[in-house]
């Protein structure tokens, strides 16, 4: 068995494995314009920037395990930060899209 010595970064391959998942979501954390250009098959779009994602996470089900990502791992590092305030303890941040998009 896999442990991470941290909560907070993961691998591509995790994301791969939630796609597959019922118990983990991936979220895209970027705008709608970012998204326009592609996104990972199966994500969730919570819009960072413009506020959706701090407005709707709190609804999330904590028992779930949640893969963040967005352009380059900055705002999706900050919301995950902020779901972890919130009470998430199942929570890892995915980096940019760039390389998640070939999922």
Known sequence: MFFR?????C?????????????????????PSEVAGGKVQGAVVLDWLGG???SKAPGLEKAKTYYLYCRSGGRSGQAASFMRSQGF??????GGYGGLSKL
């Open 11 to 31: 691998s591509i391959e995790d994301v791969k494995n939630a796609q597959e998942d019922p118990a983990s979501v991936i979220i895209d954390c970027r705008t």
């Open 89 to 94: 303890e199942k929570v890892f941040n995915a």
């Open 52 to 54: 959706e994602f701090k």
């Open 5 to 9: 010595k941290s909560n907070s970064e």
